[in-house]
């Protein structure tokens, strides 16, 4: 399985995140951000790509398809293993169209075996989430983290 950097993929890429995302920063919470980092560390991005990923998301907090089309982009990025997870991770932001269901679908489905596609269920599961009461979004965190175990640790 390799993948192959496409002019066309980026372009759409900023032309579905120009629409989707605006103003400075992402606008995620912290637990969808593990789940982007932990899909990349699953496709094999090393320490050191880790540690500039975790401060392009977590302390410049670029917004999702800046941070995903800087990547994609990046010639260094494209001639490492870690390339097919964003190029996953492209396709999946450009038919999502929507920032939380994209980062549900992280937690719910396997990008490993399936491909990225629009899913209905999880653009409404992230909106239900964000309806929670802080205590039902601790509770039902707690579930996750048990049931799926801790994503990555980022300290
Ligand atoms: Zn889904």
Redesign the pocket.
Known sequence: MSAKYDDKKHGRLLEVGRKIEKGVTHKLEPPFIDSILGTLEFFGASDAEMKQFIFDLKVAKYKIWDFLGMSYDSEYIQSKPVFIGFDKLVDLYTKMKDVGGFA??LR??DLDIEEPKK?A??IK?YQDWKKESPEDAAKREKEMKDFYGEVIDVG
């Open positions: 549900w679908f719910g489905h899913c269920d999880c599961s």
